[in-house]
């Protein structure tokens, strides 16, 4: 097994961060497209500038009828009324009849975010209302809690993707359209390893044996990057649903070095989600 992880390590592509800070970022490219309707969970989120619809700044996932799930970094400004949520979303420049679109009423920052380590890089977004359930619009399901020291999640491949519409090369713009990106979890002294020994690539972060972040990779050509933050990294589990283990953070600057992305824990921040929808 230990061979077989090191060989997926060797051969996958890696991020970089999209966010609106100035942080390492992540965004798909060499990855597949996707059809309306194939993540009816995903989120767009944008800000908006004198009322009208300014850019599109990450991607989240929507876990209840009133909550999206995303990361902190996201947000530059606590101030919920620079924000919009778009369900249903599948192309940028087509406007759809399936699309729903949302004011926010809470932002839930996590209060122990480091901006520097990007630790608890994970954020609640409260909808202005509840969103209708459709083909195009469902909840996606969310690991169950677990330790920051638990094994990894062992998968075969094609069971897990991320998913967004960030950038599709570096420098370039961003995909019009939902991509997906076959993902992979690594084990944690893989990933402290890894990261360590490319610390400068991702400006002095590492990621240790116990905190709420894990790293997951690529295969060879394809890669997460800027705009595609936020987005979730989720699993099918053996009842053929898919749940979400990571929510996608950081990475290396530029992207696309062979490296893995940085993915807040969805079990380890498992309260923290229920004590803060409960609000």
């Not at 942080?23 to 500038?49: L, N």
Request: hydrophobic letters at 35%.
């Amino acid at each position: 097994m230990l061979k077989i992880i090191l060989v997926v390590i060797l051969l996958s592509a890696h991020v970089d961060l999209g966010t609106s800070m100035a942080v390492p970022g992540a965004r798909i490219f060499g990855g597949s497209t996707t059809a309306e309707g194939d993540w009816p969970f995903m989120a767009y989120i944008y800000v908006v500038k004198a009322g009208h619809p300014n850019k599109h700044i990450c991607g989240g996932s929507l876990i209840s009828n009133r909550w999206v799930l995303s990361a902190t970094h996201c947000f530059e400004t606590p101030d919920r009324n620079l924000y919009r949520v778009r369900l249903g979303e599948y192309s940028g420049s087509v406007t759809s009849p399936n699309e729903q679109n949302f004011s926010v009423l809470r932002l839930v920052l996590h209060q122990s975010f480091d901006p520097l380590a990007f630790l608890f890089d994970i954020a609640l977004i409260k909808l202005s209302r509840a969103a209708t359930f459709n083909q195009y619009v469902r909840p996606v399901n969310l690991v169950r809690a677990g330790r920051c020291d638990d094994p990894s999640p062992n998968f075969p491949v094609d069971a897990c993707y991320t998913l967004g519409w960030g950038k599709t090369s570096v420098g370039g713009g961003t995909s019009d359209t939902l991509k997906k990106v076959r993902s992979y979890i690594i084990i944690h002294d893989a990933c402290n390893e890894i990261t360590v020994a490319n610390s400068t690539k991702y400006g002095g972060r590492t990621v240790e044996r116990c905190q709420a972040k894990f790293c997951g990779t690529y295969d060879a050509g394809e890669d997460t990057c800027e705009g595609d933050s936020g987005g979730p990294l989720v699993c099918r589990h053996s009842d053929n649903q898919y749940y979400v283990h990571g929510i996608l953070s950081y990475g290396t600057t530029p992207c696309g070095q062979n490296l893995p992305g940085i993915y807040t824990s969805v079990a380890v921040c498992r309260g923290w989600i229920t004590r803060n929808m409960r609000l």
